[in-house]
């Protein structure tokens, strides 16, 4: 029986799950912008492009920190586990072993005339094992591995999604900062001027040259470059209370971790974006969105199995004594005690009412669903790389532009204040000027840090900065630590101090070997 069944258990019903394709462009519509070049990069440290060490270091204490991305670390540990449980569907998935040693007094009036025969009192003791195993002949339980395989690769390629936009979340974020100190910088600096120009419309008006209005006109434009002083830094406020969250600290003073100068990160002149066809295999979100729908895939097999008959092997072994009749409980481990059963059986749904071929169907539409949303993941991440580089490439231009107009602006100034001391302008345009001037370089710094700001967002679509976990593990050593105080995590929770193993490349979804890897993409 055994050789007959054991070879058709190599059958697999259901479909095989294969690449799904994605509408793609050719190139990017900047590609033809002189700042932009097609070379093929891995973006792997992309936020050292900024040369700023500050930010180099902010982003090291989130990967090490940030409780988002140990939160997905655990999900992986959640997923390899669950992969094991899908293994040990392959072996007997029923099996017990059990014992007992029994003191019996039978009732006088027992009808079942044990107490006639005159047993009286004895012991009884027995020992059994049993197992049962259903054979994977359709293989449901291959497909369940594969499906769990796939589930857990996504779970990595999650995780490394959560960190491109951990990081691209601390770059933004950082840029914020920086353009909203300057942006502070720029108001204390025209306030300063300001105060200067009031105290000379007030000395004109003392020494009977000018009228009142000119005091009051100045009066209003300083009050109101004063008033943006406090809404810039709420706002500031507000953005360091946001990256302490992304770090994964609690409230307190941010001086420290900001300190150095406080410049707004700036571009390089060119960056490479390589093709769209890259994306596919590079962003993290796109490879998830594949092996969520590879894990689908097996759960159609998984389901069509249910359709045909289960076959399943049996087995009991044992042994049982008991001291009457001169035995004795301790004969239980002689062969003549030893009984033992095994055979084979099958089970059948034919008349399942069309609730498999429906789950069949339920099972495939969620698939479909699936090749659905990776299509469009694909096209999500064309767009959000096309809107990085049209916010890098035009915020070139715009902060070009927006230097000409600062230039012009602290030139007007100067020559209007000139003439107002010689008496041939009047204080409204000194007052305009001053308002042009402040208008301008705030433009400019806001246009400077929008630039910088698309960069993140341009190298964040690009799928950039995963790699910072290579060779460590999905979560620290404390909250390891923590688990294996609670569970018994073996190899699945390699000790502190032990990295975790990486793989070579990254394996298709029946691939995968016993073992925790991360995958190098």
Known sequence: MLAVLLPLAACKVGPDFTEPGATLAERWLQAGDRS????????????????????????????????????????????RAALGVAAGEFYPQSQSVGGGLTYLRPSENDPSGVTQAGLGEFWRGALSASAAWELDFWGRFRRGVQSADAAYLASIATYDDVLVTLVGDVASTYVGIRTLQAQIAIARA?????????????????????????????????????????QLTAQLEQGEAALRVLLGLA???????????????????????GIPADLVRRRPDIRAAELRAAAQSEQIGMALAELY?????????????????????????????????????????????????????????RLQSLLIEYRNSVLNAQRDVENGLSGYVQGGRQVLALQRSVRAAEQAMSIAMDQYRMGTRDFTTVLTAMQ?????????????????????ALYRALGGGWQLRQGNDFVNDATR??????????????PSGQPQPAAPGLPGPSDRGPDVRAPQW
Do not use: C, H
């Not at 409230?251 to 974006?273: K, N, S």
């Not at 630590?481 to 390699?494: C, F, N, Q």
């Open 36 to 79: 932009v070049v097609t070379d093929r990069t891995t973006y792997e440290r992309w936020w050292t492009v900024f040369n700023d060490p500050t930010l180099n270091d902010l982003v090291e204490m989130a990967y090490r920190q940030n409780l988002s991305l140990l939160a997905a670390g655990t999900r992986v540990l959640e997923a």
């Open 251 to 273: 409230p307190q003073p941010m001086q420290q971790l900001l300190a150095g100068r406080p410049d707004i990160p700036v571009p390089p002149e060119t960056v490479a974006v």
């Open 436 to 456: 042009n001037l402040y208008a301008a370089q705030n433009s400019l710094a806001v246009a400077r840090g929008a630039r910088a700001r698309s960069l993140t």
């Open 309 to 365: 008959p289960a076959f399943k092997l049996t087995g009991v072994f044992g042994s049982q004594a008991s001291n009457v009749g001169g035995n004795r409980v301790s004969d239980m481990f002689t062969s003549s005690a030893i009984q033992f059963a095994f055979g084979a059986s099958f089970s059948w749904p034919i008349l399942n009412y069309g609730q498999i071929t429906n789950n069949v169907r339920v099972q495939d539409a």
């Open 481 to 494: 630590d923590e688990m294996r105080a609670r569970t018994d995590w073996g190899r699945v929770l390699p």
């Open 190 to 230: 025209n306030v300063a001027r300001q105060r200067m120009a009031l105290q000379i419309a007030r000395d004109r008006f003392q020494g009977g040259v000018s009228t009142g209005l000119d005091v009051a006109q100045a009066e209003n434009v300083l009050a109101q470059t004063e008033a943006s002083v406090p």
